[in-house]
């Protein structure tokens, strides 16, 4: 595993109004192939961090359009290279990177560093919004990037927003490490609601009856939109 600060890792959304780190590495995806896992390091203290993306049903057209540019690019990258190669989207601003996303930029960013790893090398790629880490895992005399991305359409009324956290929560093992947990809304019209009774409501049950008291490190549990950023626990805004 690479330490991602020097790339810039906390410069992304998803680490923007996180604490600063000294140290964040990469531990890849749960089971259910959509929450992603870092681990931290801040004063020799280690943190977990478990991220999900997600963008609300009637958007997600949106979504598959910035998804099938960025396939088109990726794959241009591969035809140009020598190897096989992953690259793993951790996140990117969808609705900004519909108007401004440059299938040729994005590519020749991509060659640049898939020329500089040996096999079983990995680092982090930014562009514009976007960040992922991409690997090396053999060398070949043909080229391939497979892309890996993972953000979550969600298909219910925003009321059950809980649905969302509770997803997050089932992928928390309860430990003796400090632990994060981020929904990272993607929505141009967030799934949070301040007025919402139902939805604030059922958070509430949801928060009191999964996350034990008499842990050491109760997980900050964050939701991450277009508007603020909300930890749960306490209910304070970021």
């Given at each position: 595993m690479i330490d991602l600060i020097p790339g810039?890792?906390?410069?992304?959304?998803?680490?923007?109004?996180?604490?600063?780190?000294?140290?964040?590495?990469?531990?890849?995806?749960?089971?259910?192939?959509?929450?992603?896992?870092?681990?931290?390091?801040?004063?020799?203290?280690?943190?977990?961090?478990?991220?999900?993306n997600v963008i609300r049903k009637d958007e997600d057209?949106?979504?598959?359009?910035?998804?099938?540019?960025?396939?088109?690019?990726?794959?241009?990258?591969?035809?140009?290279?020598?190897?096989?190669?992953?690259?793993?989207?951790?996140?990117?601003?969808?609705?900004?990177?519909?108007?401004?996303?440059?299938?040729?930029?994005?590519?020749?960013?991509?060659?640049?560093?898939?020329?500089?790893?040996?096999?079983?090398?990995?680092?982090?790629?930014?562009?514009?919004?976007?960040?992922?880490?991409?690997q090396k895992m053999v060398h070949e005399d043909w080229g391939k990037i497979a892309l890996k991305t993972s953000?979550?359409?969600?298909?219910?009324?925003?009321?059950?927003?809980?649905?969302?956290?509770?997803?997050?929560?089932?992928n928390f093992d309860f430990n003796h490490d400090p632990c994060i947990l981020l929904l990272n809304d993607h929505s141009q019209n967030p799934l949070f609601d301040a007025n919402d009774g139902m939805q604030k409501e059922r958070l509430r049950i949801l928060m009191d009856a999964q996350i034990p008291k008499a842990i050491d490190f109760p997980p900050e549990v964050y939701i991450q939109d277009r508007n603020a950023v909300r930890e749960l626990l306490s209910g304070s805004v970021i």
């Open positions: 810039g890792i906390q410069h992304s959304n998803l680490f923007l109004h996180m604490p600063l780190f000294d140290e964040i590495y990469y531990e890849g995806m749960k089971k259910d192939g959509k929450v992603r896992m870092f681990k931290a390091v801040r004063e020799e203290q280690p943190c977990r961090m478990l991220f999900l057209v949106i979504w598959d359009a910035l998804e099938d540019m960025i396939k088109r690019s990726v794959n241009q990258a591969g035809a140009a290279v020598r190897g096989v190669y992953t690259f793993d989207l951790f996140t990117v601003d969808i609705h900004k990177e519909l108007k401004t996303f440059n299938l040729n930029e994005m590519s020749a960013t991509m060659i640049n560093h898939a020329r500089q790893l040996k096999p079983g090398e990995s680092r982090l790629v930014k562009y514009s919004s976007l960040y992922g880490l991409l953000v979550e359409v969600f298909k219910d009324k925003p009321s059950y927003l809980d649905l969302l956290v509770k997803q997050l929560i089932a």
